[in-house]
Nanobody
Framework: QVQLVESGGGLVQPGGSLRLSCAAT????????MGWYRQAPGKQRELVAR???????NYADSVKGRFTISRGSAKNTVYLQMISLKPEDTAVYYC?????????WGQGTQVTVSS
């Protein structure tokens, strides 16, 4: 099994920046890809950014150019650097790991963008 722990959420003003971190423990050798999803109140959970094998990345159109996903050197950590934050980025952000046998999820971290 893989366990994920996120950190780095909080309250930020529009235009500000935040960096989310996620660390995986357990059977990390079963991880194929890691990414970030978010869920705003009343909305479905959506993919924000994903980092796959070989360093491939993909982003939701709404965050392209503002968010950057990266992996740690040990490949069991994933980061999400967020700049130029907008109120519509407000959501609970979840770390995800695509694992052989099923996905693993973190507990979520709240990001609130408000003045």
């Amino acid at each position: 099994q893989v366990q994920l722990v996120e950190s780095g959420g909080g309250l930020v003003q529009p235009g500000g920046s935040l960096r989310l971190s996620c660390a995986a423990t357990g059977n990390i050798f079963t991880i194929n890809a890691m990414g970030w999803y978010r869920q705003a109140p009343g909305k479905q959970r959506e993919l924000v950014a994903r980092s796959g094998r070989g360093g491939s990345t993909n982003y939701a159109d709404s965050v392209k150019g503002r968010f950057t996903i990266s992996r740690g050197s040990a490949k069991n950590t994933v980061y999400l650097q967020m700049i130029s934050l907008k109120p519509e980025d407000t959501a609970v952000y979840y770390c995800n790991a695509e694992v052989v046998g099923g996905d693993a999820w973190g507990q979520g971290t709240q990001v609130t963008v408000s003045s």
